[in-house]
Structures are given as structure tokens and as C-alpha cells.
């Protein structure tokens, strides 16, 4: 005896579920807009781990579901909408849960430590484990407050 099996299904949920209607545009341009809508929803939900100054959200959750949803063109068009949202000032991250509402780390927010913070915490870090830090600016450097982003080298320190 010989069982037929069925091919899997192929396509994302929407457009197995509106087939081949006539509004199949607006309806994929609402679940787009609802898509990037759930997600700035789902990263507001955000609760602090014990073990990472990185907390827990939902937003990863949302971002999976929603390729699942639409597929994976309309997934990545429904995140770059939500990146855009944001982008343009809207309030749609997900919030600190260390920091009070509208509390920046530092007033021009471009760095997590200030340079001598982490030029100290490098060199603490090598000479504890026998190495030396070199640091190297990445990105293009301001007059005033130097590049964008800090980066430390380490290699092993040459013992004589």
C-alpha cells in the first residue's frame, strides 16, 4: 500500500490566507503597517536580567513572527517601517530599564564610557591578564570630541 503525502504548504501565512482576492494589496500594505505596529509594541515590554546589563524584550519575538506572517519581503519592509518609525523620533525601542524615562548616559549620548573610563578599564583588564592595550579610533575623527567609537587592541605583553 502506497501513502500519499501531501507537499508542505509554501508562502508566508497572508498570502495563504488572502489567496488571490482582489485587495490582496491592501491587505498586505495593513499587515506591513500592523507588523512594524506589534513589534514597537512588543519592545516595550522589557524586564532586566540579572546577568546582563542587556535586558529581555519581545521585540525579537514579534520580528520572528512576523516573517513567519509575511514572508520575507513584507517581514523585512514591516521592520525597516519600524526602524524608520524610530529613526524619526518616535518612541517605539524598547526603554531602559536602568535609566529613568528620557535619561540619557551622557549628555551627547554618543558613548557608553567616557575615553578615560575606558582607557582605565582596558588597562586594568590587560595588565590583570598579562597584555597590553593599544587604542585606535574608528570612524572619522571630530576636532572636538575625536571619533565615533572606541576600540582597544590588546596583545600580549613582551616580558624581558
Same mark, same amino acid.
Not at 519592509?77 to 535619561?103: D, E, I, N
Not at 574608528?138 to 570630541?145: F, K, M, Q, S, T
Given at each position: 500500500?502506497? #501513502?500519499?503525502?501531501?507537499?508542505?504548504?509554501?508562502?508566508?501565512?497572508?498570502?495563504? *490566507?488572502?489567496?488571490?482576492?482582489?485587495?490582496?494589496?491592501?491587505?498586505? *500594505? *495593513? @499587515?506591513?503597517?500592523?507588523?512594524?505596529?506589534? &513589534?514597537? #509594541?512588543?519592545?516595550?515590554?522589557?524586564?532586566?536580567?540579572?546577568? &546582563?546589563?542587556?535586558?529581555?524584550? /519581545?521585540?525579537? /519575538?514579534?520580528?520572528? /513572527?512576523?516573517?513567519?506572517?509575511?514572508?520575507?519581503?513584507?517581514?523585512?519592509?514591516?521592520?525597516?517601517?519600524?526602524?524608520?518609525?524610530?529613526?524619526?523620533?518616535? *518612541?517605539?525601542?524598547?526603554?531602559?530599564? &536602568? /535609566?529613568? +524615562?528620557?535619561?540619557?548616559?551622557?549628555?551627547?549620548?554618543?558613548?557608553?564610557?567616557?575615553?578615560? =573610563?575606558?582607557?582605565?578599564?582596558?588597562?586594568?583588564?590587560? @595588565?590583570?591578564?598579562?597584555? =597590553? #592595550?593599544?587604542?585606535?579610533?574608528? @570612524? +572619522?575623527?571630530?576636532?572636538?570630541?575625536?571619533?565615533?567609537?572606541?576600540?582597544?587592541?590588546?596583545?600580549?605583553?613582551? &616580558? =624581558?
Amino acid at each position: 500500500m502506497i #501513502a500519499h503525502v501531501s507537499p508542505a504548504p509554501t508562502g508566508s501565512l497572508l498570502s495563504r *490566507a488572502i489567496g488571490q482576492s482582489g485587495t490582496r494589496w491592501f491587505v498586505r *500594505a *495593513a @499587515g506591513v503597517v500592523l507588523a512594524a505596529g506589534l &513589534t514597537a #509594541a512588543a519592545a516595550q515590554f522589557s524586564s532586566p536580567l540579572p546577568f &546582563t546589563a542587556v535586558p529581555f524584550t /519581545l521585540a525579537p /519575538l514579534a520580528v520572528m /513572527l512576523t516573517g513567519a506572517a509575511l514572508g520575507s519581503r513584507l517581514g523585512f519592509v514591516s521592520q525597516a517601517l519600524y526602524l524608520l518609525a524610530g529613526a524619526a523620533g518616535l *518612541a517605539v525601542f524598547s526603554p531602559s530599564v &536602568t /535609566l529613568p +524615562p528620557g535619561a540619557a548616559r551622557h549628555p551627547d549620548h554618543r558613548f557608553e564610557w567616557t575615553r578615560a =573610563q575606558f582607557r582605565a578599564w582596558a588597562d586594568g583588564v590587560a @595588565g590583570r591578564y598579562g597584555y =597590553q #592595550a593599544r587604542f585606535l579610533p574608528v @570612524g +572619522p575623527e571630530d576636532p572636538r570630541d575625536g571619533p565615533p567609537t572606541q576600540l582597544a587592541a590588546f596583545s600580549k605583553a613582551v &616580558t =624581558q
